[in-house]
């Protein structure tokens, strides 16, 4: 890219950084110490505040680039993320904020251990949730790098990786410094610019076609090479038996995963009351369905106005396709016109990667400290100070788990990979939390094998896949230890999760604890005892 680019967009990225540093620098001066505030902002936030928040953590970089580049290059079946990450809050609202957010107090957790063991579930429930958050930061950080080295030129490696470090290094910033009621704010500057730069590219990609949504997909279909067949389900997902079942293994965890991601349950304690949870998800859905809808124009204008070869000559997995789609529309390169759309797009896209890191550390850092190291210093009660304390220092260390995860793969696409990360949420966090709510006679034994009967398989089942080795696509392109031939495990590791839940709980010597189901149960449906 020419200098015009990097300058502008390396100005409005030091803009966006700047204005979110001052953020977390007010929102640290709020009290520091109190758990409350660091977990959940204080739970001052309004239904539209956190409604905004949600959207700008859940609309992420795979949301961005990924889709949109996997539409740009396999047509149909690309929508399947887009229309898979909207129906999942189905699930959320009918099944979980309310539920959540009354029995809860900052983590998943909370929820499962209110009449259980706590140690055991704890320990269990804070594993998966800083699994399932690593795989999630993993995605974001390759964004991040996808984009810089196209901003660069795609020619520097150590810029790209430097980006990562530096995206990691300003999470921890975030984070340490600011807790909940910063990171909150950034989600909803950063979902304000995105709707807004998103709103802008479909506007210019339908007015190049005069509104004629018919030649945007036949201009798509022409240029993609596949011809009519870019506009029929089976290009990504049809070639064979394999290829359909992990379609349906990726629609099972789109689908159910959302439901199990920390970083979106903790969303639902920033707010007073379980009403204002629901009414946080109903702003939520209404901003996240507008958002995906205008995805599919955007890479179906990608594959007709860019044309699919090219996107994947800039990026194999379609990871650039939006920032180039930005480019053509402002006048191509070479243009002030191009440069000033693109370097705004690039802005936003890395907007959208601080702010969904921000919040995923956060949630994972307070799994640490809140869970899994109260947990283990039971016997010398841990303070709301000291689990502050090493929360801090664990998004630090989950920070550089991160970084070296995302320089390894930098290559696949982010869609994808944060479809891993759903896989994985659906299969050890959605079985428990739906039993922990619903089944009377759930145990803690069922809890912990529900948990693990679906981490272990989904992590297992990912490592063993063609995703890891055995294709060239591959993390590791020149070994071959491949067994499972799917890409992604939602179709055996979500029912193995439901199943290891069931057998744990039947076979558990301990009765179940009707009375504290009961409770439970009337604390959820009523919020009588909610914090």
């Not at 015009?4 to 110490?33: C, E, K, M, P, Y």
């Amino acid at each position: 890219m020419s200098g015009d680019h990097q300058t502008l967009a390396l100005l409005l990225f030091s803009a966006f950084v700047a204005v979110t540093l001052a953020i977390t620098t007010w929102a640290g001066r709020n009290r520091r110490g109190s758990a409350e505030e660091f977990y959940a902002g204080g739970r001052l936030f309004s239904p539209m505040e956190n409604g905004f928040a949600i959207a700008g953590d859940y609309m992420s970089a795979a949301s961005f680039l990924g889709i949109s580049g996997l539409i740009a290059l396999h047509g149909y079946d690309g929508m399947l993320y887009s229309v898979g990450f909207l129906v999942a809050w189905l699930v959320v609202l009918l099944f979980v904020a309310e539920l959540v957010r009354n029995c809860g107090r900052f983590t998943l957790a909370d929820v499962i251990a209110a009449r259980m063991r706590e140690r055991p579930v704890r320990i269990a429930a804070g594993t998966s949730s800083v699994t399932v958050s690593v795989l999630y930061l993993v995605a974001q950080m390759v964004g991040a790098g996808s984009l810089v080295a196209l901003l660069l030129g795609g020619t520097s490696e150590a810029a790209r990786s430097w980006t990562v470090i530096g995206v990691g290094a300003l999470m921890v910033v975030y984070v340490s410094l600011g807790g909940m009621r910063a990171t909150t704010w950034i989600q909803i500057v950063k979902a304000v610019l995105l709707m807004a730069g998103t709103l802008a590219l479909t506007v210019l990609v339908l007015l190049r076609f005069h509104g004629d949504v018919d030649q945007l997909l036949t201009t798509a279909a022409e240029r993609s090479g596949h011809g009519s067949d870019f506009l029929a389900p089976g290009l990504k997902y049809g070639e064979n038996w394999t290829a359909r079942l992990d379609f349906i293994s990726l629609g099972l965890a789109l689908v159910l995963g959302t439901a199990g991601l920390p970083h979106i349950l903790s969303r639902f304690y920033t707010v007073p009351t379980a009403r204002a949870a629901r009414r946080s998800v109903v702003w939520s859905i209404g901003l996240i369905g507008s958002f995906y809808l205008m995805t599919i124009v955007l890479g179906f204008g990608a594959a007709a106005i860019i044309g699919s070869d090219e996107v994947r000559a800039s990026s194999a997995a379609g990871n650039t396709a939006v920032p180039l789609l930005a480019l053509d529309l402002g006048g191509g390169a070479g243009t002030t016109g191009g440069a000033v759309l693109f370097a705004v797009v690039a802005a936003v896209a890395f907007a959208t990667i601080l702010a969904v890191v921000a919040g995923i550390t956060l949630a994972s850092s307070a799994s640490v400290a809140h869970d899994l190291y109260a947990s283990l210093r039971r016997r010398r009660r841990s303070t709301p100070y000291s689990e502050v304390a090493v929360a801090r220092a664990a998004a630090a260390g989950i920070g550089a788990v991160a970084i070296g995860l995302g320089l390894l793969a930098r290559d696949l696409n982010v869609a994808f990979l944060v479809g891993l990360a759903f896989a994985v949420a659906a299969s050890a966090n959605l079985p428990v939390l739906l039993y922990s709510l619903f089944w009377r006679n759930f145990t803690t034994r069922g809890a912990v094998w529900s948990v693990y009967g679906g981490l272990v398989p989904a992590v297992l089942l990912v490592v063993l896949s063609p995703v890891v080795s055995g294709s060239p696509d591959a993390l590791f392109p020149g070994v071959d230890f491949q067994v499972f031939p799917l890409q992604n495990p939602g179709a055996v590791s979500i029912p193995l999760g439901f199943l290891a839940g069931w057998l744990g709980t039947v076979t558990s010597p301990e009765p179940p604890d009707e009375a504290g189901h009961a409770e439970t149960e009337v604390r959820a449906l009523t919020g009588a005892g909610a914090v």
